[in-house]
């Protein structure tokens, strides 16, 4: 799901002041919508957490798909970011890896600068981030030495009920048409703790995620050189 983040903060307008995990299960669309996708695993899910310090954060995700047969590939990614004054600025740096049924992923550094802000009552926030992108042990030339920009942001609303947050990354590949790849995941939840007659700590939300993608989708008889918009039916509790 999050093949590259970077990644959504979900809960990132509480975790400015605290520190905030979840887990999400997301039932893939793709092999429903289109033949082409039907190799895609059936469902994926996601460990979240990120935590605030006195210097800065720390942000980690994995993910596992899965299928029929059981675990398909497994994914992580971990940033560390380190404040640079009270302006939003910070230093970022980050490692990307894992492995599937295929191999393992090559593993991925990246650093830059991030910028950071939020509205006064932390409803919306965003993050900017511009990184050099190291990539090990492909065999592909000139790949290694690469570049990402991302953006992230959350916004809260209806009195809490509603949380649209999500991830846009663009980096460097001369591997795919164009030497681009692009991802981005939005995600859309209903927090039922923030309706009427719910109980405030049952802290369960209902919502899909949308992969859009350019260059990214790979598969049997599927091209990476498209794009592709595939949804998720999902569920997500908060701790």
């Not at 970077?6 to 520190?19: E, K, N």
């Not at 695993?41 to 954060?57: A, I, Q, R, Y």
């Not at 509603?162 to 030497?179: I, Q, R, Y």
């Not at 109980?199 to 790979?218: A, D, H, P, Q, R």
Request: charged share 15%; net charge positive.
């Amino acid at each position: 799901m999050k093949k590259s983040l970077l990644l959504v903060f979900a809960m990132i307008g509480m975790a400015f002041t605290t520190s905030a995990q979840n887990i999400q299960l997301h039932r893939d669309l793709g092999n429903v919508l289109s033949d082409k996708l039907e190799d895609r695993p059936t469902l994926t899910s996601t460990v979240e957490m990120f935590k605030p310090d006195s210097w800065g954060n720390t942000f980690f995700f994995v993910d596992f798909d899965y299928a029929h047969s059981g675990v398909q590939s497994a994914y992580w990614e971990i940033s560390r970011e380190f404040n640079l004054g009270k302006k939003g600025f910070a230093a970022h740096i980050e490692y990307d890896g894992g492995l599937s049924k295929f191999g393992s992923y090559n593993n991925a550094y990246l650093i830059g600068p991030a910028f950071n802000g939020h509205s006064a009552d932390f409803s919306k926030t965003y993050s900017i981030q511009l990184m050099y992108k190291y990539i090990q042990g492909s065999k592909y030339r000139g790949i290694h030495h690469n570049w990402q920009l991302t953006g992230v942001w959350s916004t809260t609303f209806a009195k809490g009920a509603c949380t649209f947050s999500g991830f846009a990354d663009l980096w460097h590949d001369n591997t795919v048409s164009g030497n681009l790849i692009f991802l981005s995941e939005p995600q859309f939840w209903v927090n039922l703790n923030a309706l009427k007659g719910v109980n405030k700590k049952f802290n369960l939300s209902l919502g899909t995620e949308v992969e859009i993608s350019s260059n990214f989708v790979y598969g049997k008889g599927v091209s990476n050189n498209r794009s592709y918009v595939i949804p998720t039916a999902a569920a997500k509790w908060t701790f």
